[in-house]
């Protein structure tokens, strides 16, 4: 008889989408949308959460403990496995104390019985771990600063707006499941969707308006735009009333020079005024923001003067006004079951790998769970010196990753579909996910509770984190915030800060250092990398690393270098040199090239660097392009 499961897809994506798991008495599964999920766009799974169907049982899942032995890997035990690890967290412990144990983790998967193994290092007394994320922490700090929390936009509210603003977000390619909200919003009469780019893409073809401009200028339209609606007396009539700071604000903008802020956007006069006229015709404005254009040093001033623009266009007093950004789908996760470390070092995650030589405790230790950083942090050569740096390196993966390889010792975890009951957030929806345990894992595979309820066990700590996740579920079901809507899914009490009854109060910014600093001008080109919706991320599972990757140019840089389209080129930046095939974008401007984000070779080519607010400013990175 087959068997029904109720399940979540674990990417890191905005749609956190609901799943039912279908099992076959073969124990082969098939994967489909849960139809209870039809609340907001949902119902339906895309491409890269149906691969887990045969991505659950591939030959690529590891399925035994595997230790480096000199250039090869040798299988082991989970009892020798766990030994090893086990004497050299003590070793460390012992020569260095807490601190010299490293844990770094990101968005491998994002369920909740992933966050639990800290407990283990918590009860050791502390450890180090990375600031920052190599996601939306700029645009995320940027918010926060405005608000002093990080803001919910709740999904519903976009029906109010008469104008959303794609600023930067490639919908089509990264969240899918907007669509529908933003079809029915396109068939209402005088509703427009726009979208301000740095280049033609599926979603600026979706969108009914869309402007080009310059990579890293954002916060320089947005300032324009802002100084703009004070200068005409459009500004909405009682955003002072909202707003902390506003003279120094507004000082600020009356001593920028006009036409200087606007050569800095690329955008000429007439492209400007039709930006502010769509915005003015088109209020309540959302303005859903993306995370290209957080990407650069000014990628948090970016975002609070995003929030600056909204409040002048009516924020608070229009329904549906705001700004679309993520917001922290962890909120629910019951963090008194790790508890806080007594001490704790945190470590920029753009540019730790720059000075680990100097940390004093020394890294003795590291594990790498849920992350490939080997790919998908800036500047790998740096990263692969940093690992050199670290005498003993574990990896927990369902696969033999870039990071894994760099390791001693490496881990086959479960995943999601053969261990529950787990929980997931969004960070975009407001509902939590509940999933329940389809499979048994392969081989020897184990659910990252059990691996940890080991590693404690062999440390002489009394732990249970099997216990802890049945807790979780106990605590989560019971929660007063949440209230179930169906097998599976929970709506929670969210409120949105963008309500008009909130009490809140924006602080608005009065210096701009990172926005109107000098762009760079040289020969070279930033180099610019973006999602696919290929796949997710790092995990290119299931589809195949191009042999020539594709590099995009305008075709007046293609020109500059007597390149035609198709023709191959040598990418070159940090002593690295990447062979490539020219494709000629006739949308792009001078200045800058792009690649698809995902592949190992593109991280070689990023700088490793911190911007405001713990981000990683991947775009500001540099590279020659040249015929071959
Ligand atoms: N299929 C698929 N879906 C995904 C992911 C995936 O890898 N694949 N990843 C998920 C994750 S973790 C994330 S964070 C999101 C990312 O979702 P998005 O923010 O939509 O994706 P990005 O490609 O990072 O950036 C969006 C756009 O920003 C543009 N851009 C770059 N620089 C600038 C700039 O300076 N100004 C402006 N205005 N635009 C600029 C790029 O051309 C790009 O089209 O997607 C999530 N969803
Ligand atoms: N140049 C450039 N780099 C980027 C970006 C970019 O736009 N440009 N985007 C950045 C963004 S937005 C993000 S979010 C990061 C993502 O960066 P990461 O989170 O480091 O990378 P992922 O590719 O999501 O892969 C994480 C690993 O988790 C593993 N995994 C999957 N499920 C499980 C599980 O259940 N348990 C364990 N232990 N492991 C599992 C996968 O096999 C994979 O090896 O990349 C960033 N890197
Ligand atoms: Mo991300």
Redesign the pocket.
């Known amino acids: 008889m087959d068997q029904v499961f109720v399940s979540c897809c674990?990417?890191?994506c905005p749609d956190s989408c609901p799943m039912l798991v279908r099992k076959y008495e073969n124990d082969t599964i098939r994967l489909e949308g849960n139809p209870q999920f039809s609340l907001i766009g949902g119902g339906w799974i895309c491409k890269k959460g149906k691969r887990w169907e045969y991505r659950v049982r591939s030959p690529k899942r590891l399925t035994s403990p595997l230790m480096k032995d000199g250039s090869s890997w040798r299988e082991i035990s989970w009892e020798k496995a766990i030994s090893l690890w086990a004497l050299r967290i003590h070793d460390a412990l012992s020569s260095e104390g807490p601190l010299s144990n490293f844990i770094y983790q990101?968005?491998?998967?994002l369920?909740y019985s992933?966050k639990l193994f800290k407990k283990v290092f918590v009860e050791l007394g502390g450890y180090t771990e990375p600031k920052g994320?190599?996601?939306?922490s700029a645009g995320g700090a940027g918010l926060k600063r405005a608000f002093g929390f990080t803001p919910v936009y709740k999904p519903e509210n976009l029906k109010y707006a008469k104008g959303i603003l794609l600023w930067g977000r490639n919908v089509v390619e990264t969240h899918p499941h907007i669509l529908p909200i933003l079809r029915n919003f396109k068939a209402s009469e005088g509703v427009e969707i726009g979208a301000l780019e740095i280049r033609r893409t599926p979603t600026t073809d979706f969108a009914d308006k869309w402007w080009r401009i310059r990579p890293g200028s954002d916060g320089v339209l947005a300032l324009l735009l802002c100084k703009t609606l004070l200068e005409r007396s459009d500004g909405w009539p009682y955003w002072r009333k909202r707003a902390k700071n506003v003279e120094s604000f507004e000082n600020a903008l009356a001593r920028l020079d006009r036409q200087n802020l606007l050569a800095r956007t690329g955008l000429d006069e007439s492209s400007f005024e039709s930006i502010y006229s769509w915005l003015m015709v088109h209020r309540p404005i959302a303005i859903y923001a993306g995370?290209?254009p957080q990407?650069y040093e000014s990628g948090a001033e970016t975002f609070h003067l995003l929030v600056a623009l909204s409040l002048l266009l009516g924020a608070f007093d229009l329904k549906g006004s705001g700004v679309v950004f993520g917001k922290n789908e962890d909120w629910m996760f019951p963090m008194e079951l790790i508890g806080s470390p007594a001490m704790q070092r945190r470590v920029p995650v753009g540019d730790w790998v720059l000075n680990i030589s100097g940390y004093r405790p020394k890294i003795k230790t590291a594990l790498f769970?849920?992350?490939?950083?080997a790919?998908?942090?800036?500047g790998i050569e740096k990263f692969k010196r940093a690992m050199a740096e670290i005498p003993f390196k574990v990896?927990?993966?369902?696969?033999m990753?870039?990071?894994?390889l760099l390791c001693d010792l490496v881990?086959p975890?479960?995943?999601?579909l053969e261990e529950g009951p787990d929980w997931l957030g969004s960070w975009w929806h407001g509902y939590l996910l509940r999933s329940e345990k389809a499979l048994d894992p392969p081989g020897q595979a184990l659910p990252?509770t059990t691996i940890f309820t080991l590693l404690a066990q062999e440390l002489g700590l009394n732990i249970d984190l099997e216990e802890a996740r049945n807790k979780m579920d106990q605590l989560l079901k019971n929660s007063p915030l949440v209230k179930q809507v169906s097998k599976g899914i929970y709506a929670l009490k969210e409120q949105d800060s963008w309500c008009e009854n909130n009490r809140v109060e924006i602080l608005l910014p009065d210096d701009f250092p990172m926005t109107l600093r000098d762009s760079h001008n040289f020969e070279s080109l930033r180099f610019i990398?973006?999602?696919s919706s290929q796949f997710?991320?790092?995990?290119?599972?299931g589809v195949e690393n191009p042999d020539t990757p594709e590099v995009f140019v305008s075709d007046k840089e293609a020109a500059k270098r007597s390149i035609n389209d198709g023709d191959l080129i040598i990418l070159s930046g940090r002593g690295i040199t990447l062979k490539g095939i020219c494709r000629i974008d006739k949308t792009m401007d001078s200045g800058y090239c792009i690649?698809v984000?995902?592949h190992p070779w593109?991280?070689e080519?990023?700088e490793p660097k911190v911007s405001p607010g713990y981000g990683?400013p991947?775009?500001e990175?540099f590279v020659d392009l040249n015929k071959l």
Request: glycine share 8%.
């Open positions: 674990p990417h890191d990101s968005a491998g998967s369920f992933k994320s190599l996601c939306g995370y290209g990407r769970t849920c992350c490939n950083p790919k998908q942090a800036p990896c927990l993966d369902i696969e990753s870039e990071t894994a881990l975890a479960a995943c999601f990252e990398s973006v999602h997710i991320n790092g995990q290119t599972f690649m984000q995902g593109v991280n080519l990023t990683v991947f775009h990175s």
